[in-house]
């Protein structure tokens, strides 16, 4: 991973906040996220080996976050804007019978990630109470609440922020921070489309293609 994040490829990080059985572990991980993972609205997305789809608040940076103790304060002045995202995490682990140390050596199984069109700045956001909807189709497949991911977004970015400086490798003005799951991980197939909504940040959609023939 060191390899390709050092090359051109490296744009962004990601906090992803582990779920087992709907439920929020208490230690959280990361891995990063690459120029040829991040794609536009309603984009359509590549085959994956057995993907599963989680919404998530994204965060793009205005300022470098390189102190020593970075704060929360910190991090609301760091930051440009937020967008909703859908973050689509894959696994080479058969069946995603995986275990803690499984998504560290796959990158936190990160495999792609979708941004919405609206920025908004923090100051116009409830990120604690925002829900989160998620439809698969014409059927709601999930739902959350902004306080599902460590408390508040924010919170997982503080804690993502820390360990950067920790490995000596900063948040820079420019990277954009997925902050963790709204809500439970859903199941992907080739040709379905997801619509993800999260109040004040508007809608995103992940659009998968067909089966390779």
Not at 11 to 26: C, F, Q, Y
Not at 87 to 101: C, L, Q, T
Not at 118 to 136: I, K, N, S
């Amino acid at each position: 991973m060191d390899q390709h994040a050092t090359g051109a490829d490296a744009v962004e990080a990601v906090a992803a906040a582990l779920r087992t059985a709907g439920e929020m572990r208490r230690q959280p991980d990361y891995g990063m996220l690459f120029a040829d993972m991040a794609f536009g609205d309603s984009e359509p997305l590549p085959a994956l080996i057995q993907p599963r789809v989680e919404v998530e608040v994204a965060l793009v940076l205005g300022r470098d976050l390189d102190q020593s103790h970075i704060t929360f304060a910190d991090l609301v002045g760091a930051t440009a804007y937020a967008l909703a995202a859908i973050e689509v995490v894959d696994s080479r682990v058969r069946d995603w019978d995986i275990r803690f140390f499984d998504t560290v050596a796959d990158n936190a199984s990160s495999g792609a990630f979708v941004l919405g069109a609206r920025p908004v700045g923090l100051a116009a956001l409830d990120l604690h109470d925002c829900r989160m909807q998620l439809t698969r189709g014409d059927e709601q497949v999930a739902t959350g609440h902004g306080h599902a991911c460590l408390g508040h977004p924010l919170n997982a970015a503080v804690w993502l922020a820390r360990r950067m400086v920790a490995l000596g490798r900063p948040l820079a003005a420019g990277d954009v921070v997925l902050t963790g799951a709204l809500g439970p991980m859903v199941d992907a197939a080739p040709g379905e489309a997801f619509r993800a909504e999260i109040e004040g940040l508007g809608a995103v959609r992940a659009v998968f293609g067909s089966a390779a023939p």
